[in-house]
Protein backbone atom coordinates (compact mmCIF):
# COMPACT_ATOMS: atom_id res chain seq x y z
CA UNK A 1 0.00 0.00 0.00
CA UNK A 2 1.13 3.58 -1.16
CA UNK A 3 -0.07 6.76 -0.01
CA UNK A 4 -1.01 8.94 -2.66
CA UNK A 5 1.01 12.28 -2.72
CA UNK A 6 2.14 15.16 -4.41
CA UNK A 7 6.25 15.27 -3.72
CA UNK A 8 7.30 18.87 -4.33
CA UNK A 9 9.58 18.40 -6.95
CA UNK A 10 6.74 17.80 -9.33
CA UNK A 11 5.40 21.19 -8.28
CA UNK A 12 8.09 23.22 -9.40
CA UNK A 13 10.51 23.62 -12.62
CA UNK A 14 13.57 22.56 -13.10
CA UNK A 15 16.10 24.30 -11.11
CA UNK A 16 17.70 26.77 -14.08
CA UNK A 17 21.30 26.41 -13.58
CA UNK A 18 21.55 22.94 -13.67
CA UNK A 19 20.68 23.42 -17.68
CA UNK A 20 24.29 25.54 -17.69
CA UNK A 21 26.58 22.11 -17.11
CA UNK A 22 27.58 21.98 -21.16
CA UNK A 23 28.27 25.67 -20.99
CA UNK A 24 29.99 25.64 -17.86
CA UNK A 25 32.42 22.58 -19.27
CA UNK A 26 33.14 24.75 -21.64
CA UNK A 27 34.00 27.45 -20.26
CA UNK A 28 36.09 25.61 -18.10
CA UNK A 29 38.00 24.08 -20.71
CA UNK A 30 39.25 27.78 -21.97
CA UNK A 31 42.89 27.68 -21.28
CA UNK A 32 43.13 30.82 -19.07
CA UNK A 33 40.13 29.25 -16.95
CA UNK A 34 36.37 30.15 -16.69
CA UNK A 35 35.58 33.57 -15.61
CA UNK A 36 31.81 32.92 -14.27
CA UNK A 37 29.45 36.11 -14.52
CA UNK A 38 26.07 33.89 -14.55
CA UNK A 39 25.51 34.43 -10.91
CA UNK A 40 25.33 36.74 -7.92
CA UNK A 41 27.70 35.65 -5.68
CA UNK A 42 29.91 37.73 -4.38
CA UNK A 43 33.53 37.16 -4.49
CA UNK A 44 35.06 39.96 -2.05
CA UNK A 45 36.13 39.75 1.77
CA UNK A 46 33.99 40.63 4.45
CA UNK A 47 35.07 43.32 6.32
CA UNK A 48 37.42 42.40 9.32
CA UNK A 49 34.68 44.54 11.84
CA UNK A 50 32.08 41.96 10.77
CA UNK A 51 34.46 38.86 11.15
CA UNK A 52 35.03 40.57 14.46
CA UNK A 53 31.26 40.80 15.61
CA UNK A 54 30.97 37.16 14.45
CA UNK A 55 33.42 35.47 16.09
CA UNK A 56 33.08 37.09 19.34
CA UNK A 57 29.64 36.25 19.77
CA UNK A 58 30.58 32.42 18.84
CA UNK A 59 31.05 31.26 21.78
CA UNK A 60 27.48 31.89 23.22
CA UNK A 61 25.35 28.75 24.20
CA UNK A 62 21.21 29.66 23.99
CA UNK A 63 19.20 29.73 21.95
CA UNK A 64 18.78 33.17 19.68
CA UNK A 65 15.89 34.97 19.29
CA UNK A 66 13.41 34.44 16.29
CA UNK A 67 12.39 38.20 16.16
CA UNK A 68 16.10 39.18 16.75
CA UNK A 69 17.71 41.17 19.28
CA UNK A 70 16.86 44.35 20.65
CA UNK A 71 20.23 45.30 19.24
CA UNK A 72 19.42 44.06 15.70
CA UNK A 73 15.94 45.51 15.24
CA UNK A 74 17.27 48.76 16.49
CA UNK A 75 20.05 48.40 13.59
CA UNK A 76 17.44 47.75 11.23
CA UNK A 77 15.49 50.09 11.86
CA UNK A 78 18.69 52.84 12.18
CA UNK A 79 20.47 52.07 8.71
CA UNK A 80 16.94 51.48 6.73
CA UNK A 81 16.36 55.14 7.82
CA UNK A 82 19.97 56.45 7.36
CA UNK A 83 20.58 54.57 3.92
CA UNK A 84 16.90 54.53 2.54
CA UNK A 85 15.14 57.49 3.85
CA UNK A 86 12.38 54.85 5.38
CA UNK A 87 10.95 56.71 8.72
CA UNK A 88 8.19 55.07 10.85
CA UNK A 89 9.51 51.53 11.56
CA UNK A 90 9.39 50.55 15.13
CA UNK A 91 11.92 48.29 15.78
CA UNK A 92 9.81 46.12 18.25
CA UNK A 93 7.07 44.96 15.94
CA UNK A 94 8.15 46.73 12.47
CA UNK A 95 11.07 44.29 11.58
CA UNK A 96 11.91 40.94 11.04
CA UNK A 97 15.76 39.07 10.70
CA UNK A 98 15.14 36.14 8.32
CA UNK A 99 17.64 33.36 7.51
CA UNK A 100 18.17 34.76 4.08
CA UNK A 101 15.89 36.80 1.53
CA UNK A 102 15.85 33.88 -0.41
CA UNK A 103 14.45 31.54 2.17
CA UNK A 104 12.07 34.33 3.15
CA UNK A 105 11.13 34.82 -0.09
CA UNK A 106 10.38 30.89 -1.09
CA UNK A 107 8.03 30.44 1.88
CA UNK A 108 6.50 33.95 2.33
CA UNK A 109 3.16 33.10 0.61
CA UNK A 110 3.09 29.60 2.65
CA UNK A 111 3.58 31.58 5.69
CA UNK A 112 0.99 34.16 5.27
CA UNK A 113 -1.69 31.42 4.79
CA UNK A 114 -1.96 31.66 0.77
CA UNK A 115 -2.81 28.70 -0.79
CA UNK A 116 -4.71 26.91 -3.96
CA UNK A 117 -8.01 29.51 -4.04
CA UNK A 118 -5.57 32.66 -4.07
CA UNK A 119 -3.24 34.08 -7.13
CA UNK A 120 0.21 35.53 -6.81
CA UNK A 121 1.06 38.15 -9.19
CA UNK A 122 5.04 38.29 -10.74
CA UNK A 123 6.76 40.91 -12.71
CA UNK A 124 7.29 39.64 -16.35
CA UNK A 125 10.78 39.20 -16.08
CA UNK A 126 11.61 37.77 -12.38
CA UNK A 127 14.09 36.16 -9.70
CA UNK A 128 12.81 32.70 -10.08
CA UNK A 129 12.58 31.96 -6.55
CA UNK A 130 8.95 34.37 -6.92
CA UNK A 131 7.03 31.76 -8.99
CA UNK A 132 8.83 28.56 -6.76
CA UNK A 133 6.98 30.73 -3.59
CA UNK A 134 3.96 30.42 -5.18
CA UNK A 135 3.64 27.09 -6.82
CA UNK A 136 5.52 25.74 -3.09
CA UNK A 137 2.02 27.39 -1.46
CA UNK A 138 -0.14 25.71 -4.72
CA UNK A 139 -1.20 29.31 -5.47
CA UNK A 140 -1.92 30.52 -8.86
CA UNK A 141 0.72 32.62 -10.72
CA UNK A 142 -0.07 35.46 -12.70
CA UNK A 143 3.25 37.50 -14.75
CA UNK A 144 2.07 40.86 -14.96
CA UNK A 145 4.09 44.79 -15.10
CA UNK A 146 0.40 46.24 -15.45
CA UNK A 147 -2.01 46.26 -13.05
CA UNK A 148 -4.21 47.45 -15.56
CA UNK A 149 -4.21 43.50 -17.22
CA UNK A 150 -5.74 41.57 -13.95
CA UNK A 151 -9.00 43.68 -14.54
CA UNK A 152 -11.43 42.63 -11.26
CA UNK A 153 -8.91 39.76 -9.90
CA UNK A 154 -7.53 40.82 -6.44
CA UNK A 155 -3.89 39.07 -5.79
CA UNK A 156 -3.72 37.46 -2.27
CA UNK A 157 0.07 38.97 -2.91
CA UNK A 158 1.71 41.16 -5.64
CA UNK A 159 5.74 40.63 -6.01
CA UNK A 160 7.71 43.31 -6.93
CA UNK A 161 11.78 43.76 -7.22
CA UNK A 162 13.00 47.34 -7.84
CA UNK A 163 15.97 47.49 -8.96
CA UNK A 164 14.99 44.94 -10.39
CA UNK A 165 16.88 41.38 -11.10
CA UNK A 166 17.42 40.51 -13.93
CA UNK A 167 17.41 43.67 -15.58
CA UNK A 168 18.33 46.42 -13.38
CA UNK A 169 15.41 48.70 -14.04
CA UNK A 170 14.08 50.93 -11.42
CA UNK A 171 10.41 51.50 -10.16
CA UNK A 172 10.14 55.52 -9.61
CA UNK A 173 8.16 57.06 -7.02
CA UNK A 174 4.92 57.69 -9.00
CA UNK A 175 4.83 53.92 -9.81
CA UNK A 176 5.62 52.91 -6.37
CA UNK A 177 2.42 54.89 -5.54
CA UNK A 178 0.19 53.36 -7.91
CA UNK A 179 1.66 49.67 -6.58
CA UNK A 180 0.41 51.22 -3.08
CA UNK A 181 -2.75 52.38 -4.08
CA UNK A 182 -3.47 48.97 -5.56
CA UNK A 183 -2.84 47.29 -2.02
CA UNK A 184 -5.20 49.83 -0.86
CA UNK A 185 -8.05 48.98 -2.64
CA UNK A 186 -8.26 45.68 -3.31
CA UNK A 187 -6.49 44.59 -0.10
CA UNK A 188 -3.25 42.77 -1.77
CA UNK A 189 -0.25 42.27 0.17
CA UNK A 190 2.46 43.80 -1.70
CA UNK A 191 6.24 42.11 -1.06
CA UNK A 192 8.97 44.13 -2.33
CA UNK A 193 12.00 42.47 -2.67
CA UNK A 194 15.26 45.53 -2.38
CA UNK A 195 17.96 43.72 -2.29
CA UNK A 196 19.63 45.67 -4.40
CA UNK A 197 18.42 49.09 -3.37
CA UNK A 198 21.61 50.85 -2.28
CA UNK A 199 23.09 49.75 -6.04
CA UNK A 200 22.02 52.12 -8.12
CA UNK A 201 24.29 53.80 -10.70
CA UNK A 202 22.36 55.97 -13.33
CA UNK A 203 18.22 57.22 -13.75
CA UNK A 204 16.13 57.51 -11.11
CA UNK A 205 17.38 56.62 -7.72
CA UNK A 206 16.15 53.42 -6.13
CA UNK A 207 13.35 54.31 -3.84
CA UNK A 208 12.02 51.78 -1.27
CA UNK A 209 8.06 50.70 -1.13
CA UNK A 210 8.04 51.92 2.53
CA UNK A 211 9.80 55.36 1.55
CA UNK A 212 7.53 58.53 2.62
CA UNK A 213 7.07 59.74 -0.57
CA UNK A 214 5.70 56.62 -1.88
CA UNK A 215 3.17 55.22 1.49
CA UNK A 216 3.40 58.05 3.91
CA UNK A 217 4.68 56.32 6.27
CA UNK A 218 1.24 54.15 6.34
CA UNK A 219 2.89 50.77 5.77
CA UNK A 220 -0.15 48.69 5.86
CA UNK A 221 -0.51 45.81 3.58
CA UNK A 222 3.51 46.48 2.25
CA UNK A 223 6.29 44.28 3.06
CA UNK A 224 9.44 44.31 2.26
CA UNK A 225 12.96 42.34 1.80
CA UNK A 226 16.49 43.47 2.56
CA UNK A 227 19.23 41.79 1.87
CA UNK A 228 23.22 42.20 3.49
CA UNK A 229 24.56 39.12 0.83
CA UNK A 230 25.08 41.88 -1.92
CA UNK A 231 26.56 45.53 -0.11
CA UNK A 232 28.17 43.60 2.89
CA UNK A 233 29.13 40.66 0.87
CA UNK A 234 27.40 38.45 3.75
CA UNK A 235 26.07 35.86 0.95
CA UNK A 236 27.25 33.09 3.57
CA UNK A 237 26.10 34.50 6.10
CA UNK A 238 22.37 34.07 5.21
CA UNK A 239 21.51 37.73 6.63
CA UNK A 240 18.12 39.39 6.04
CA UNK A 241 15.24 40.85 7.27
CA UNK A 242 11.60 41.96 6.18
CA UNK A 243 10.38 45.27 7.48
CA UNK A 244 7.29 47.20 7.03
CA UNK A 245 3.60 46.16 7.95
CA UNK A 246 3.43 45.57 11.92
CA UNK A 247 0.36 42.94 11.64
CA UNK A 248 1.87 40.98 8.80
CA UNK A 249 5.28 40.98 10.85
CA UNK A 250 3.68 39.87 13.81
CA UNK A 251 1.99 36.60 11.70
CA UNK A 252 5.40 35.94 10.44
CA UNK A 253 6.87 35.72 13.54
CA UNK A 254 4.55 33.66 15.34
CA UNK A 255 4.91 30.99 12.35
CA UNK A 256 8.55 31.61 12.54
CA UNK A 257 8.50 30.85 16.40
CA UNK A 258 6.70 27.63 15.88
CA UNK A 259 8.58 26.70 12.66
CA UNK A 260 12.35 27.37 14.11
CA UNK A 261 13.38 29.41 11.42
CA UNK A 262 15.91 31.58 13.53
CA UNK A 263 18.93 33.29 12.24
CA UNK A 264 21.82 32.19 14.59
CA UNK A 265 23.17 34.40 17.11
CA UNK A 266 26.86 35.22 15.98
CA UNK A 267 25.00 36.01 12.48
CA UNK A 268 22.81 38.20 14.56
CA UNK A 269 25.66 40.33 15.86
CA UNK A 270 27.52 40.15 12.09
CA UNK A 271 24.35 41.62 10.76
CA UNK A 272 25.04 44.60 13.53
CA UNK A 273 28.49 45.32 13.16
CA UNK A 274 27.47 45.55 9.32
CA UNK A 275 24.36 47.99 9.38
CA UNK A 276 25.89 50.08 11.74
CA UNK A 277 29.29 50.36 9.55
CA UNK A 278 28.53 52.46 5.97
CA UNK A 279 31.79 52.87 5.23
CA UNK A 280 32.29 49.39 4.07
CA UNK A 281 29.28 49.50 2.08
CA UNK A 282 30.49 52.74 0.10
CA UNK A 283 33.18 51.09 -0.79
CA UNK A 284 32.08 47.91 -1.78
CA UNK A 285 29.50 50.32 -4.15
CA UNK A 286 32.76 52.06 -5.75
CA UNK A 287 34.26 48.28 -6.62
CA UNK A 288 30.88 47.38 -8.07
CA UNK A 289 30.91 50.88 -10.08
CA UNK A 290 34.47 50.01 -11.81
CA UNK A 291 33.76 46.61 -12.86
CA UNK A 292 30.48 47.54 -14.60
CA UNK A 293 32.28 50.56 -16.38
CA UNK A 294 35.07 48.14 -17.73
CA UNK A 295 32.41 45.10 -18.51
CA UNK A 296 29.87 47.16 -20.03
CA UNK A 297 32.03 49.25 -22.21
CA UNK A 298 33.70 45.88 -23.44
CA UNK A 299 30.59 44.21 -23.88
CA UNK A 300 29.53 47.38 -25.92
CA UNK A 301 32.69 47.64 -28.54
CA UNK A 302 31.80 43.71 -29.12
CA UNK A 303 28.68 44.28 -30.29
CA UNK A 304 26.36 43.93 -27.66
CA UNK A 305 23.42 46.29 -26.49
CA UNK A 306 22.43 47.11 -22.95
CA UNK A 307 18.99 47.75 -21.87
CA UNK A 308 18.04 48.84 -18.66
CA UNK A 309 20.57 47.83 -16.47
CA UNK A 310 20.24 51.51 -14.42
CA UNK A 311 21.14 49.52 -10.85
CA UNK A 312 21.97 46.52 -9.39
CA UNK A 313 24.73 43.76 -10.15
CA UNK A 314 23.53 42.85 -13.79
CA UNK A 315 23.93 43.92 -17.19
CA UNK A 316 21.28 43.13 -19.37
CA UNK A 317 22.34 42.20 -22.83
CA UNK A 318 21.29 41.10 -26.04
CA UNK A 319 22.92 40.61 -29.31
CA UNK A 320 19.72 40.45 -31.54
CA UNK A 321 19.66 36.65 -30.97
CA UNK A 322 18.45 33.56 -28.72
CA UNK A 323 20.26 34.32 -25.48
CA UNK A 324 21.05 30.44 -25.45
CA UNK A 325 22.74 31.15 -28.64
CA UNK A 326 24.75 33.77 -26.97
CA UNK A 327 25.57 31.47 -23.46
CA UNK A 328 27.15 29.18 -25.85
CA UNK A 329 29.13 32.03 -27.97
CA UNK A 330 30.11 33.35 -24.67
CA UNK A 331 31.50 29.76 -22.80
CA UNK A 332 33.99 29.48 -25.83
CA UNK A 333 35.78 32.23 -24.87
CA UNK A 334 35.42 31.08 -21.53
CA UNK A 335 32.61 33.13 -20.01
CA UNK A 336 29.83 31.96 -18.43
CA UNK A 337 26.31 34.14 -18.64
CA UNK A 338 22.79 33.19 -17.75
CA UNK A 339 20.20 33.02 -20.20
CA UNK A 340 17.86 35.63 -20.07
CA UNK A 341 14.98 32.50 -20.41
CA UNK A 342 15.53 31.76 -16.88
CA UNK A 343 13.58 34.91 -15.91
CA UNK A 344 10.81 34.70 -18.03
CA UNK A 345 9.72 34.25 -21.69
CA UNK A 346 10.43 37.99 -22.41
CA UNK A 347 13.52 37.35 -21.74
CA UNK A 348 14.46 35.11 -24.45
CA UNK A 349 17.23 37.14 -26.59
CA UNK A 350 18.96 38.33 -23.30
CA UNK A 351 21.82 37.34 -20.95
CA UNK A 352 22.03 38.35 -17.70
CA UNK A 353 25.84 39.08 -17.00
CA UNK A 354 26.84 39.78 -13.40
CA UNK A 355 29.39 42.24 -11.83
CA UNK A 356 30.32 39.31 -9.17
CA UNK A 357 33.92 38.65 -10.06
CA UNK A 358 37.45 40.04 -8.84
CA UNK A 359 39.00 42.98 -10.68
CA UNK A 360 41.50 41.11 -12.61
CA UNK A 361 38.42 38.32 -13.56
CA UNK A 362 36.31 41.11 -15.36
CA UNK A 363 39.55 42.81 -16.76
CA UNK A 364 39.82 39.34 -18.72
CA UNK A 365 36.41 39.29 -19.71
CA UNK A 366 36.88 42.35 -21.33
CA UNK A 367 39.96 41.99 -22.67
CA UNK A 368 38.30 38.02 -24.47
CA UNK A 369 35.04 40.10 -25.93
CA UNK A 370 37.49 42.81 -27.07
CA UNK A 371 39.98 40.46 -28.73
CA UNK A 372 38.47 37.31 -29.57
CA UNK A 373 34.56 37.13 -29.47
CA UNK A 374 32.87 36.93 -33.14
CA UNK A 375 35.92 34.96 -34.32
Known sequence: MSIDRKPVGGRLPDFPWDSLAEATATARSHPEGIVNLSVGTPVDPVSPTIQLALAEAAGEP????????????????????????????????GVLPVV????????LPTLLGIGAEHTVVIPELAYPTYEVAARLAGAQVIRSDSFLKLGPQTPALVFINSPANPHG???GVDHLRKVVDF???RGSIIVSDECYLGLGWEGPKPVSILHPEVCGQD?????????LSKTSNLAGY??????????LIAELLDVRRHAGLIV???????????LEDDDHETLQKSVYSHRRAVLSAALQEAGFRIENSEAGLYLWATEGRDGRDTVERLARIGILVAPGEFYGPTGQQFVRIGLTATDEKIEQAARRLREDYGR
Do not use: C
Not at 62 to 90: N, S
Not at 100 to 107: L, Q, R
Not at 264 to 274: D, L, S, T
Open 183 to 185: ARE
Open 238 to 247: RAGWYAGDTG
Open 219 to 227: HRNLLATHS
Open 264 to 274: PGPIQAAMVAA
Open 169 to 171: RVL
Open 62 to 93: GYPQTKGTAQLRAAIVGAMERRFGVRGLDSET
Open 100 to 107: GTKEAIAW
